[in-house]
Every structure is written in C-alpha cells, then in structure tokens.
C-alpha cells in the first residue's frame, strides 16, 4: 500500500554541511567543492533513476544556462553564503508509491518540483533514486530527493533568501503567514499530487498526510529509527537504540489493547439527599442577596476614583 512520508531537511555550514555534497550523493555524480577544495564521488551509484535541475519557468534555458550545469549551481549556493553558520540548501524527501510505472514517478516528483520552483522561485535539483539493494532494504522504497537553493534563481546568480528562508517577523512584514505555514501547506499539496497521480493511474491506494487523530485512526504511529541506527542495522550491526524504540512502541501498543476498567458509574442520590442539597443551594443563595457589599480599602478605591 501507498504510504504518506515528506520529509523537509536543510543543510548548515553549522553542522558542517556542504551543498556540493549534497548534490554529488543524490546525483551520483563526481563534483569538487571549490571553497573547500573536498572533491565527493559518488559516480559509481547506480540507483540513480532519474536526475535533472528545474529552474522558474520566466527563464529561458540560455538565460540560466549557468545553472543548469550542477557544479555551476551548488558551488555558487557555497559562494553566496558569508556566515559561518549560514543555510546553503533545503531539501524535500518524498516517497513515491511503489505501485506507480517509472513514467508515472518521474511525472509525479516533475510535477510536484516544478510546483515548488514557482511558488518559492529556488533551483530545483530532483533525483529519483531506486530502492538500495542491501539486506533488509524495502524493494518499494522509490523515493525522490528535491535539493533547493535557499536563494532565488535570477539571471546575475543566487539572489535574495527566497520567502521560505524568512523568519516569521519578516514574513509578517510582508504580509505572509508564519513559516510553518509553509511546512503545513506543502505536506498536503504532496498528499494531493501523489493521490492524483494514483488515481490516473487507477490505482485504489491512497495517502493522507494529516495525523491518525485528525484522520480518526486510533492506533500508534510506527516507531522512527533514526537514521545512524537504522545504517547500523543496515550493514548487519544490532542498534540498542532501535531495540529500545521498537520496545517501547510494543509496549504502548500491548498497553492500548489490555481492556480497560470500566467506569465505575455513580449510586443514584435517594430522594432526601435531593431535597437536602436543594434548601442548601437555596439559603446560600439567599444569604448572598441579604449580606452588604464590602468596600474596596482606601488605596484600591482611589485607584479606581483615579481611572475614571
């Protein structure tokens, strides 16, 4: 069956990230990082299903040649970047559903792409990658991954922070909502394109990117294997970290399915007990009209005479 997964990661000279690399590893390709002087090659993938860079469509191939060649385009994301702790990429991982042709795939992760290079106007690098063949791996796992400059496309180079790198003071300047109105509006638009494309192809299977309580599902969510634990498991190591995590979500599980005491329902009042809290509520209600107000002390009273 189809399944819902996004997945929004940027990348940070903070953590030590580089664009280049980035890039060489999702393309499969040999590229040498011109501030760094690191070459990274991945030429020898063979997963790669499908790779090319989409740019906005107000520009003519010629106009951003320079751009459609990836060296070219990550090398100067690095350049235009100053600070040490600078944001020089973003990516959108998505999955794309097994029961979709190739065609039908490329379609889908080009439609989606171009939908992302027009509302936020970055270059779009897309590559659909198959599923790893390693012990372990999903065969169904096809999944593409949207590499995008965090700057403008324009005709000089990278230019301005696209909308989606402001911070939410900025964006209420500009009249825009905050940033994680993006992230929101982007997770739904890829449950749409997916679900059409699936219905095209007519397909039953459909995903859904809201929560399995927004959607009325009462289950756990399945456990998330971070990513190191996941490799270690991968490469035939035991992950004590994925253990734990599998054994926790077993045990909220087994927890959800024990029957639970029923509630135990209140003894009905006997009729004097009634008749006794109701003359109660009544003298109480008859004592509050009867005693005085009481004053307020000098100091809040002159507060008040002041305020008005």
Known sequence: MAVYFLNLKTFGRGEGSSAVSAAAYRSGERLRDERTGKTYDHSDRRDVLHKEIMLPREFTADDLAWAKDRSNLWNGAEHAENRKNARVAREFLVALPAELSAEERIRLAAGFSRELVERYRFALDVAIHAPRDFPGSDPRNFHAHLLATTREATLEGLGAKTTLEWSDANRREAGLGPAIGELLHVRQRWAEAANASLEQAHVAARIDHRTLRAQGIDREP???????????????????????????????????????????????????????????????????????????????????????
């Open 222 to 308: 399945y456990p998330r294997i971070p990513r190191v634990a996941f490799e270690m498991e991968r490469r035939g190591y035991r992950s004590v970290v994925a253990d734990r995590i599998r054994e926790d979500h077993q045990s909220r599980v087994e927890a959800r399915l024990q029957p639970q005491p029923a509630a135990r329902p209140a003894e009905p009042k006997n009729h004097r007990e009634i008749q006794s809290e109701s003359v109660k509520a009544w003298l109480e209600y008859r004592k509050s009209l009867t005693e005085p107000a009481v004053p307020d002390p000098p100091s809040r009273k002159r507060e008040n005479d002041h305020s008005l």
